[in-house]
């Protein structure tokens, strides 16, 4: 029922055996609005209506044959639909007793007779506002159950449809997902799980484990759930190996939960299971692929450390007797061009031999057989030995060095020789990128971080991509410039190793065009001091 359905005109009912009574209340129902009247001489034929359509109002005489008022009333109220209409009793003023019976049979009110016309009326038209405004309140009521009957409708179907969503995503996981309770039984599994079970999930649900699967796994599976359940264990991640139906050995990770009710006590315990045997596979595959570059790698650095080693006797030989041819010491050869030709090889021997020397010394790092012979470094005598061995070079193309050593540097804990290889790589490498009349600053430091020392140039610089290609074994940056220079590129890499041998680090700064700054950092801990000063 809805408000549009509420008709407009309402019924009036009178019950009485007197026809110039039924006439008299005829005309006054008339006379109220939007009202049809149907008039009755017996109590029992306004029943028989009743029953087929539910009047809005009822005035009845009380004093009737064959049926008095309170029993017309009673049985009135039987009839469907007429349970709360209103029923108006007409009596006379001395019939007070008539009124209480008529009241209690479930009269709605009463009109004392002669009626009154006016509270007739009013009488009337207040009841029947009231009956139009139960049928408006029911049809709101029932338009508003409607609306809830509908939502719970669409609630539950949203509902299901989440519900059926969530488990068709479940099964669409590529893992295994299942739920086992405090008997260990499952109660939840999902596809992925039942196909690799090789049987439906009706079947699964409300079986153990190993009622379900003779695998090994199924019984450690039960009894690691026991413990979890019981608080005996954490729940976490582990591996295992699994068979399938098929006799397939796979590898699995298998993730467990302890999942509690609404009052913490333990409900399910959740596993969740990741078929890894192809991670595992190329894992193996990447470990014995590592293992066996490095194998190569340590035969290919033993290789070229062996080889460094017997190349280098004979290069010191053709080094010392072109040197002698040079220097004429057995006398002359006879014509000046054999003395240039005896300088070109000492000097070709001398520029391989340097090379030959890098190598060595980079596979032995990579072979990890260089060790360091520490002593006490002073590192301004050590930066002064290695200017003197690139004067020559900088005064060549016109290059300024500069140096920042503050006279309270202290000594440190060093190999000597490999720190000025550091230095000299870094100066020479400085000179060869700078431009012609430009300017090098080495600088060195000391704080609680450790020593700090910085080559700077206002070069050709670098960017990114070239640092990186510079700090590579034999990778040279490509440009135009570095073909005017030869050289392995193995200076920045031996460098770099020789530091870390030391615990520190070599990081390098650099803008095209700018410059480059290479900074070598040793640790505190390598200074031949009892205080080592605060940070500043």
């Given amino acids: ?25 005829e005309r006054l129902a008339q006379s109220l609005d939007q009202v049809d009247v149907r008039l009755f001489d ?14 809005d109002l009822v005035l009845t005489d009380f004093n009737m044959p064959d049926l008095d008022g309170a029993t017309f009333i009673r049985r009135f109220r039987e009839v469907a639909g007429c349970a709360d209409v209103p029923v108006i009793v007409v009596t006379a003023y001395e019939d007070r007793d008539l009124r209480y019976k008529a009241l209690e049979a479930g009269a709605t009110d009463y009109l004392l007779s002669p009626v009154d016309h006016h509270e007739f009326r009013v009488r009337s038209r207040n009841l029947l506002t009231l009956r139009r405004q139960q049928f408006m309140l029911r049809a709101r009521a029932s338009s508003l159950e409607q609306k809830i009957v509908a939502d719970a409708r669409r609630h539950r179907d949203a509902l299901r449809e989440s519900h059926e969503l969530l488990l068709r995503v479940i099964d669409a996981v590529p893992l295994a997902l299942v739920a086992t309770d405090r008997d260990g039984r499952y109660v939840f599994v999902n596809d992925w799980f039942a196909r690799s ?18 695998d090994p796994y199924a019984r450690e599976s039960m009894e690691r759930d026991r413990r979890i359940m019981g608080g005996l264990e954490a729940d976490g991640s582990f591996e295992h190996n699994v068979t399938l139906p098929g006799g397939e050995e796979r590898v699995v990770l298998s993730s467990k939960a302890l999942l509690r009710d609404a009052a913490g006590r333990p409900m399910l315990v959740v596993t969740a299971a990741l078929d890894i045997t192809s991670r595992k596979e190329a894992e193996l595959a990447l470990i ?35 040197q002698v041819m040079a220097d004429e010491v057995m006398g002359p050869l006879g014509s000046s061009r054999y003395t ?7 000097a070709s021997a001398q520029h391989l031999l340097g090379i030959i020397s890098d190598i060595l010394d980079v596979s032995k790092l990579e072979a990890g057989k260089v060790e360091l012979d520490e002593e006490a470094v002073e590192l301004p005598q050590t930066v002064r030995d290695v200017l003197q061995l690139v004067a020559e070079r900088a005064r060549a193309i016109d290059i300024t060095i500069v140096t920042d050593l503050p006279p309270d540097l ?57 640092i990186q290609t510079a700090v590579t074994r034999f990778g040279q940056v490509a440009s135009t410039w570095s073909r005017r220079h030869a050289g392995t590129g193995l200076g920045l890499p031996l460098a770099i190793g020789l530091v870390e041998l030391h615990g520190g680090r070599l990081t390098i700064e650099s803008r095209k065009e700018a410059g480059t700054t290479v900074c070598v950092r040793l640790p505190a801990e390598r200074a031949l001091v009892d205080v080592v000063p605060a940070r500043v």
């Avoid at 079970?197 to 153990?208: L, R, Y």
């Fill in 410 to 466: 202290p000594p440190l804990r060093a190999d000597g020789l490999k720190l000025k290889q550091v230095l000299l790589n870094l100066v020479t490498n400085a000179i060869k990128f700078s431009h012609s009349g430009g300017r090098i600053e080495l600088a060195a430091r000391f704080d609680a971080a450790g020593f700090a020392i910085t080559v700077t140039d206002h070069g050709i610089g670098m960017d990114a991509a070239e």
């Fill in 340 to 346: 240039g030709y005896a300088r070109d090889i000492c």
């Fill in 1 to 25: 029922m809805n408000e549009t359905s509420i008709p407009k005109r309402q019924t009036v009912v009178i019950v009485d055996d007197r026809a110039t009574n039924l006439k008299i209340l």
């Fill in 42 to 55: 017996h109590p029992q034929r306004a029943l028989d209506d009743a029953a087929r359509s539910p009047p």
């Fill in 197 to 214: 079970i090789g049987k439906p999930p009706a079947a699964i649900i409300g079986q153990t484990p190993t009622s379900v699967s003779g």
């Fill in 288 to 322: 014995a692929a590592k293992e066996e570059a490095e194998l190569a790698s340590r035969s290919k650095s033993e290789f070229l450390a062996n080889m460094s080693h017997e190349l280098r006797t004979p290069l010191n030989a053709i080094i010392g007797f072109s």
